[in-house]
């Protein structure tokens, strides 16, 4: 069969194919020896398809036999209805391939695991044998769908008039909220490039340049401690744009998203996408990142706290503090060992604790519930709690703490409760985010997004004044309870900027240092712009379903930043360091060692 080419995939033969003849290659996903006849399941990337051999044909026959789990084999056949009850199961259900001529392709060494849609084996294993793992249907499919996903971007972006250009790898440390990795120069020994933590500055420098509407879809590397939704190389989709608002920005990127949920999943994403603003989901949600698919919403105790019997309460609001609660609807059945799991949950984020209620027969029970009157009971007689309903409440002198915590807890005891609803996606947009925060270490301020993120204008006056009251001119967008995006409309005026460098601390020198290209590019009239992020890897989680961004990525890193399968990051050789002029505190380590020894001898 060497002149033979591929005809079909394996999945795509249907009932409408029947008497065609086909020449089928893949993997071999089960064998089947009924005494004679043969039956072979054939796998490729579009699916399964069911061969037949037949004893009449006899050579064809005598290769099948010889056939194991994942040899590599192609066939000549033809296409016909099966005889018996066709598979509902299998896409290809009701047809079969009549195998005339066959020919092994490659034999396969024993496999460490199944190539199913689902294993038992330890994602060690699976990582180490990442190769084997993409063979398996549910990584295909997520495989396939990103790069659906990724056609459908372009093909939406190139509508609207974007230009696809490339920004550089290999650049300039900035800072940028994250570890630079930085990559040793050769040529210039003792120099070091960064790779992108992202092509901020350059999109910038793009919108200067007079493209107008740019975007990439990039890859981007931070040097950060991983979790299930961080890599350290990970894929965005950056976009820039000139002379829009914050409306604008937000317009084309809800209608990207639009056209991709339609697109791919036949999903209708609202129109206009719901918007609140940083400090509304504070108050209601207690986080910036929201699950708006369920209710649930904060509400604010404090001012009715001030001075309650419950100390914990008193204490929380006369110190500036936060109380805050939230009904839940039948949460009256959560048992004791329940709530209990609940006020551990808290104290991860920081709360000393959770105070509850459960309402039973038109009264209060259990926990706090004789503390509820006066301005306590009015607070929770305007939430129309119901006879099953559970109240709780997170207090502390640190509002933040507070907010975070009965956010966290909210999140957990709807799912507890399965009051988050399937198949669901809860869009919704989370504006005027704070300008500047207080570094928690340092107490210093610190851009709560970069330093180029344009103020409020009527905001401008309080920049020096009151700098914590200043809006930014940003933008999440959140996707069940994920943020997925965001971005900013841009500093292009040089005196603004520097005004924002001051609140920063970043004086004239350093500033011209660490961004001296950029400055010197907002001088040369660079025009009003902003932009956005969108993480390409979160949102293809949230499409397919995988509870990790590693199960839409090819070749993933573990939580230790470490490639199990190639074995990376790993040694270089004392030649390669040396021909970079680097030397390493283990090689000085060593090299000391020696020295120690010779002269002992």
């Known amino acids: 069969m060497e002149t033979q080419k591929k005809s079909h995939g394996a999945g795509t033969l249907r009932a409408k194919d029947a008497d065609v003849e086909v020449v089928l ?18 796998r490729d990337r579009t699916g399964i398809c069911q061969l037949v051999f037949d004893p009449e044909d006899g050579a064809a026959l005598e290769v099948g036999k010889t056939l194991r789990l994942e040899y590599v084999v192609a066939v000549r056949g033809a296409v016909r209805l099966r005889s018996g009850t066709p598979n509902r199961h299998m896409p290809t259900g009701e047809i079969e391939v009549r195998v005339v001529e066959a020919e092994l392709l490659n034999r396969s060494a024993p496999m460490p695991f199944p190539i199913a849609e689902t294993v038992d084996a330890n994602e060690t294993t699976r ?19 990103r790069a659906q996903a990724a056609r459908a971007i372009r093909a939406f972006l190139d509508a609207q008039d974007f230009v696809e250009l490339e920004t550089p790898i290999l650049t300039k440390s900035t800072p940028e909220g994250a570890r630079d990795y930085l990559v040793p ?5 003792g120099h070091f490039f960064a790779l992108p933590q992202s092509p901020q500055i350059f999109k910038q420098l793009l919108q200067v340049a007079g493209f107008e509407r740019y975007y990439q879809i990039c890859r981007c590397f931070r040097d950060e401690d991983l979790r299930a939704d961080r890599q350290p190389e990970f894929t965005q989709i950056d976009m820039e744009m000139s002379f ?35 400090h509304e989901a504070m108050s209601r949600y207690g986080v910036d990142n929201p699950d708006v698919r369920f209710g649930l919403e904060l509400f604010d105790a404090t001012e009715a706290s001030v001075g309650a019997a419950f100390q914990v309460f008193a204490d929380a609001a006369g110190q500036g503090g936060l109380v805050t609660g939230l009904v839940v609807p039948g949460g009256a059945a959560l048992s004791r060992k329940d709530i209990d799991g609940l006020t551990a949950f808290v104290k991860t984020y920081g709360a000393k604790g959770l105070a509850f209620a459960k309402r039973e027969n038109g009264a209060w029970s259990g926990g706090i519930a004789k503390f509820l009157t006066g301005a306590l009971a009015d607070v929770l007689a305007a939430q129309a709690v119901s ?14 703490v507070a907010r975070t915590a009965a956010g966290r807890v909210r999140v957990r005891v709807a799912q507890q409760l399965n009051l988050i609803p399937e198949d669901a996606f809860g869009f919704v947009w989370v504006t005027d985010f704070p300008m500047f925060e207080r570094d928690s270490e340092t107490g210093k301020l610190a851009a709560m997004h970069h330093p180029f993120t344009a103020p409020h204008p009527e905001d401008l006056p309080k920049l020096e004044s009151d700098p914590l009251g200043v809006r930014a001119r940003a933008y999440d967008i959140v996707l069940n309870g994920q943020e997925i995006g965001g971005g900013s409309v841009r500093i292009h005026d040089m005196d603004v900027q520097a005004r924002v460098f001051r609140a920063l601390g970043i004086g004239d020198d350093e500033a011209k240092s660490k961004f001296g290209f950029l400055l010197d590019a907002l001088s040369f009239g660079a025009p009003p712009h902003g932009g956005l992020a969108l993480g390409f ?65």
């Open 244 to 278: 829009v608002t914050p409306a604008d920005v937000m317009d084309v990127t809800s209608g990207m998203l639009r056209s991709l949920f339609q697109t791919l999943k036949g999903v209708d994403v609202p129109d206009p996408i719901p918007a609140i603003t940083w």
């Open 127 to 145: 990582l180490k044998y990442r190769f084997l793992d993409l063979r398996r249907p549910p990584l295909q499919r997520a495989l396939l769908l």
């Open 185 to 189: 120069s050769r040529v210039n020994k």
């Open 387 to 400: 006879d099953g309903d559970l109240v709780l409440f997170v207090a502390d002198a640190d509002v933040s």
């Open 537 to 601: 890897d979160r949102l293809v989680a949230i499409l397919t379903g995988a509870e990790s961004i590693r199960d839409v990525i090819a070749f993933p890193k573990t939580t230790r930043a470490a490639c199990l399968m190639t074995d990376a990051p790993s040694p270089s050789s004392a030649a390669q360091l040396q021909e970079l002029g680097i030397a390493t505190l283990e090689i000085a380590k060593q090299e000391q060692e020696v020295a120690t020894d010779d002269e002992e001898k």
């Open 25 to 42: 290659m893949g993997w071999v996903n089960a064998v089947r020896d009924l005494g004679g006849t043969l039956f072979v399941d054939l």
